[in-house]
């Protein structure tokens, strides 16, 4: 149980549907949320791996979908993609709250169909895009968004991971189109369309080409994208699957505005670096590891993961943030930058 439990409230019944990687790092998040909760019934396709996560978090190992459905009030999805859209919408329809894993589809108009369905059933709906969260990207935001700052004008990210059918996450659906609809740019990539827009706002148009290094078909493993926003700003993205073992997963970030150029070295620990203009001379400042969090809390800006949200939403009703509605965007984004390499890197409009 949540090691937060408030004594009046009966903690609420999590289920799991999908218990490998991205499944243990929900339950421990989960752990430490503020609001009571239980992990209660979990399935997993493969019966070992259902039966190792189920005793670790004290949770009963159900012998069907139907059966979490059944016992739990909330659902985590975190299966490979190409369950999500069906799993998700059973889950809504049965009236359970649902936690859905990024990407929530292979595109846009699955997506939009999950949307749908949560609206329809006004069920409690979140996504793991978690990387708002860590306290170096609201580092980041927050240096961004300082008035002092002055308007973006062009973000450069890089982003970079070794092809993750190997490693920790040795995962072969993720080199399977049927089960993971596309390559790093909607595997991996989704979590920087999210932010692109969190920290800069609507993307107006995207330009793009994508490469296939590794010859897997249909899983691109190279896309470099050209945004632009529709303040006027733009973005540069490159983001790609390697075999760099030694680099499992980095985000470097520069966003230069007017008056001020805020870099990340990492998404996670930072350090994030900001240079300054002012009236004395540059001022340089460098915050990184333990240092964000207690930069973030002395402007009171609280951490909040989407768990706790999502959890905070079913309690007390209200929404929780990110949504399916957010993440939707984000696929509109992937499937006009899709569009646009298979057509050349002719530029396409991103649909409102
Ligand atoms: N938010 C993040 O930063 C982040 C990080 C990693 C993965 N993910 C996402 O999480 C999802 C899972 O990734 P992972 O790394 O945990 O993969 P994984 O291979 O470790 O785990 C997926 C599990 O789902 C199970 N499964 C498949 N179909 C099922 C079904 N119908 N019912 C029950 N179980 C089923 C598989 O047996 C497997 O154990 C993917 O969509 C991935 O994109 C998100």
Request: glycine share 6%; proline share 4%.
């Amino acid at each position: 149980m949540s090691a937060a439990t408030t004594a009046s409230a009966a903690p609420i019944p999590v289920g799991f549907l999908g218990c490998g990687f991205i499944a243990e790092l929900h339950a421990s998040m989960l752990a430490g949320c503020r609001e009571a909760n239980q992990i209660t019934a979990v399935y997993d396709t493969d019966r070992e791996r259902c039966a190792s996560f189920a005793t670790k978090w004290g949770a009963a190992p159900a012998a069907s979908e139907d059966e979490v459905f059944d016992r739990c009030e909330a659902v985590f999805i975190c299966t490979w993609t190409s369950e999500h859209r069906r799993l998700a919408v059973r889950a809504a329809t049965r009236g359970r709250h649902v936690f859905c894993e990024k990407p929530l589809a292979f595109d846009s108009a699955d997506a939009a169909a999950m949307v749908e369905a949560v609206k329809r059933t006004q069920v409690v709906n979140s996504v793991g895009l978690v990387l708002r969260s860590t306290p170096a990207m609201r580092t980041l935001r927050e240096l961004t968004r300082d008035p002092s700052s002055g308007r973006v004008m062009s973000i450069v990210f890089r982003d970079d991971q070794y092809i993750p059918i190997q490693g920790m996450y040795a995962s072969d659906w993720r080199g399977d189109r049927e089960r993971a609809g596309r390559g790093v740019l909607l595997e991996h990539s989704i979590h920087d369309l999210d932010l692109l827009e969190w920290l800069a706002g609507p993307i107006a148009r995207v330009a793009a080409t994508q490469s296939f290094y590794h010859d897997i078909a249909g899983i691109e493993d190279a896309v470099a994208v050209v945004a632009q926003f529709e303040s006027g700003a733009n973005a540069t993205l490159s983001t790609l699957w390697h075999d760099v073992t030694s680099r499992p997963s980095q985000r470097r970030i520069e966003v230069f505005c007017e008056r001020a150029l805020i870099t990340l070295e990492d998404e996670w620990s930072g350090p994030v670096h900001v240079e300054r203009d002012a009236p004395a001379g540059a001022i340089r400042q460098t915050i990184q590891n333990d240092e964000l969090s207690s930069w973030l809390e002395r402007r009171g800006i609280q951490s909040d993961w989407p768990h706790d949200s999502f959890l905070r939403a079913i309690r007390e009703g209200g929404s929780a943030t990110p949504s399916f509605a957010d993440a939707l965007r984000a696929h509109r984004i992937a499937d006009a930058i899709y569009l646009s390499a298979e057509n050349d890197g002719r530029s396409f409009a991103v649909p409102k």
